[in-house]
């Protein structure tokens, strides 16, 4: 992809002028076209962000042009139905909205249909549409499997399908069945360096999600994720990591339930954030005050339920908080891409990820070979790593905040494993790796403090990494029953507080070379 020039960026408006990468996609769908039966299934993947609605609303526009058949546009929610009307509108395509009101008796006037795939298998059943002489059918995100009941009705239709991300929503149902062949469109890599798309700058805190469940559709469930993000813990790291790395940019926060949602809401409320809570109870007229306060509000943060992971654009969002874990590619690539849309002086925006996902999918914009996963999805979904895979290769890493305040101390992590591995070989006992650890801690505690009392209020800000010590020792020993875990970490605290009190002065001197001063 050549580079695109400023004039050319600038002079980009809704409607025919196209960029060249967008033209090109377009030279290659049409030679599909004439190169392929008229039952072909075609599939076309480019990132959000790119323009897929710009691409196909022009191919609509080319069609008819063109061809003496009729062109049916399908999409999965009535937000997205209006949206891909209006794209069509401006580019000329007089088109009609087959939805659950839709008068039918003037079908015969229009060229161009847009409808949602429920209404539509409702209406086909009912043999309310006359698609006798539908010659092409356009699917956006195409990766629903709900739109594949449809095919029967157009066994002569040239599909093309259009997604961010060419995986199916269900292992079940691969893409491949339905798709005879895979166009690849400009990476995200190329649309961040050509201008087109804002660059991620990504931030992984690590969480324990172990105590997820995975539910029939193949991601975790809503109930165990909601008993794990609505604990005062996660809401606590929740809003300390906003504040240590998104605090004063707007904000959307993405959740799995609409009762965690409610549970960040209330958080950031009370710590006198200006929040607002979104989900798909609210009314249509909700939703549009919702976000238009979102949209005029510089510092706004918007917590929500999978409802704007597509359809939806704003390019005033700095910052995209996962606070959620998913096994879904789809809908990790779908809840980054909200923030990745350009503004004259926007050209990143901070991923904050609360649900291991970076760890588990790569970065946003690595050079994924879309064609094996297409060809091939159990392949690329049987190597993503299981959450105890994960967990076992985190190393705590304390925030910034905290770290400045061991400022003195040159290194801060302990490594468990290694110490218990280490002891285990040695013929020790397995308790030496806490005791290890407590000496560790304290030594850092007092390395950062001028008498036992900054040592002892050093202590009390390090749960996260206690924590996370238990955590590991407990998988070491193999016994991780909540009580012995939880009674681990009092014990574990207890015993580091008398170690200060009891060890201040000697560990002092040994540091500084010199007493402390009474």
Known sequence: MSKISTIELEERAEGKNLYSYQKGAIDKIFKAFEESPDDYHLLYQLPTGGGKTVIFSEIVRQYLKHHQKKV?????????????????????????????????????????????????NNRLNDDKLDISDIGLVIIDEAHYNSFTKLFKFFSQSFILGVTATPLSSSMELPMTDNYDELIVGESIESLIENGFLARAEMFSYNVGLTSLVVGANGDYTVKSSEDLYTANDMLTKLIQAYEERSKGKKTLIFNNGINTSLHVYDTFRRAGYPVAHLDNTNTKKERAMILKWFKKTPDAILTSVSILTTGFDEPTVESIILNRATKSLTLYYQMIGRGSRILKDKKTFQVLDLGNNFHRFGPWGDDLDWQRIFRSPNYYLDAILSDEELESNFRYEMPDALRSEFSKSKEVYFDIQKCYVDSIRAGESSKVVLERSIEQHGKICIENSEDVYDALALAKKLGDDIDFRIGRYTKCISKSTYNFVEWLKGDYKKKLNSYLRTNFDDVFEQIHGYPPED
């Not at 399908?74 to 395509?93: D, W």
């Not at 839709?102 to 209404?119: G, H, I, K, N, R």
Request: proline share 0%; hydrophobic share 45%.
């Open 72 to 120: 049916l546009v399908m999409t999965h929610r009535i937000e997205l139905c209006k949206q891909t009307s209006n794209m069509l509108t401006e580019f000329g395509v007089i088109n009609k909205v087959v939805d659950s009101k839709a008068d039918l008796s003037d079908q015969a006037e229009y060229s161009c249909f847009v409808a949602m795939v429920e209404t539509l």
